[in-house]
């Protein structure tokens, strides 16, 4: 193994590297549940908050994740207040259009609507 390799996948005295570990975590999603103290008593270091457990990362991870998809959510709601109110419009303006029985009647019908639209 080259020094640069022994530098990428650090490993433990056992012979474990940390690719080692990753794998066994993701093959053990259960790990933790099974082992729930380790949780806690795991101290990784934090570069603005010192020494953190591993509960406090997720905690923090989760709570960011709340809040894009809180952001996504009003952005979403938004977005569809904006198209029921345009449904709405288009919907007048076309129960107008279906009651004009001439091209000028429809022609003042789309002027008003476009002079009183949100389209502005």
Do not use: C
């Amino acid at each position: 193994m080259s020094d640069v390799t022994s530098l990428a996948r650090p490993s433990s005295p056992a012979g474990l590297t940390e690719q080692d570990v990753a794998d066994f975590l993701q093959a053990n999603p259960d790990f933790f549940i099974r082992q729930p103290d380790l949780l806690t008593r795991i101290q990784v270091h934090h570069t603005e908050r010192g020494v953190v457990s591993l509960v406090d990362i997720q905690l923090e991870r989760l709570r960011r994740q709340v809040g894009e998809l809180e952001e996504k959510i009003s952005g979403l709601i938004s977005a569809a207040s904006k198209n029921s109110a345009l449904f709405e419009e288009f919907a007048r303006a076309q129960q107008q259009l279906f009651q004009t029985h001439n091209i000028y009647q429809a022609i003042s019908v789309l002027s008003a609507w476009r002079h009183d639209s949100i389209w502005k």
